[in-house]
């Protein structure tokens, strides 16, 4: 399922950047509904896994909370299981090595597809600045009175 999500993460991606292009283009119907489908793949990708490793972070601090009360509990009453070393806190768990190739290809497909869409894109149009001689007429003589 963590796979399912970086390739919902990319197209969302994708469909983001073509919302971009499209609002550039003034297609606004279209940008609105790609930005909405977009937001809603990278939602679906990013919201689950950043809800359970908050979930994870309360629980360890939960854990480290409840640890020094009862090391500070232990030491009020003079009990010599104060000074023992706390047990051993578990780890956070850590991603697959799978799984970080296939964020880092798709965060490169998407880098790749940025630059070919905006830097590479044929049909947009220069705006080139004309100098006044080959102006017309009557935007050359515009100031004058």
């Known amino acids: 399922m963590a796979y399912l999500r970086v390739v919902a993460g990319f197209f969302g991606y994708l469909l983001l950047i073509g919302a971009i292009d499209f609002l550039l283009h003034t297609e ?3 940008a609105i509904v790609s930005a909405l ?4 793949l990278c939602w679906w990708a990013l919201a689950r896994p ?5 979930d994870q972070r309360r ?10 009360d009862a090391g500070h509990m232990a030491f009020l009453k003079n009990d010599p299981a104060a000074f023992a070393p706390p047990p051993v806190m578990q780890e956070l768990p850590r991603m697959r090595r799978g799984l970080k190739v296939a964020i880092v290809a ?3 497909l ?5 630059w070919v869409a905006f830097l590479e894109n044929p049909e947009r149009e220069v705006v080139s600045i004309q100098p006044a001689a080959t102006l017309p007429a009557w935007v050359a003589g515009h100031g004058e009175g």
Request: proline share 0%.
């Open 28 to 30: 606004f119907g279209t």
């Open 110 to 114: 998407a880098l790749i597809s940025t």
């Open 106 to 108: 798709a965060s490169g």
């Open 37 to 40: 489908m977009g937001l809603g």
């Open 50 to 54: 950043l809800r359970e490793r908050r």
């Open 59 to 68: 629980a360890r601090d939960d854990e480290l909370i409840a640890r020094a």
